[in-house]
């Protein structure tokens, strides 16, 4: 069974950090490239970053500089350390894995208050 399970989210004030980590199992972690995602209230949903199987990064122009992708490739786990937040950061955000299939997880709320 395929499953991504986020944590790490929460409340935090403007200027601060958290960091997200997503645990994958059920798949081959290493031949996926694995994203983040977020979808604020009444909004699209949108990408927010993604690691590709070679190691490959990118990120939206919003988040460029202040939020970092990575994996433990040996605990089929994905991090999104976010610093500087801002309020319009506020969103759930979700892991989504991709290669020869498209897999998500349930979200996990990040509040970012001013």
């Known amino acids: ?3 991504l399970v ?3 989210g929460g409340l935090v004030q403007a200027g601060g950090s958290l960091r997200l980590s ?3 199992s059920g798949f081959t972690f290493d031949d996926y ?3 983040w995602f977020r979808q604020a209230p009444g909004k699209e949903r949108e990408g927010v970053s993604c690691i590709t199987s070679d190691g ?3 990120y939206a122009d919003s988040v460029k500089g202040r939020f970092a992708i990575s994996t433990d490739n040996a605990k089929n786990t994905v991090y999104l350390q976010m610093n500087s937040l801002k309020p319009e950061d506020t969103a ?3 892991c ?3 290669g020869g299939f498209e897999y998500w997880g349930q979200g996990t709320q990040v509040t970012v208050s001013s």
Do not use: P
């Open 1 to 3: 069974e395929v499953q």
């Open 96 to 98: 989504q894995a991709s």
């Open 33 to 35: 490239a694995m994203s």
């Open 92 to 94: 759930v955000y979700y």
């Open 56 to 58: 490959s990064t990118y």
């Open 22 to 24: 997503c645990a994958a």
């Open 6 to 8: 986020e944590s790490g």
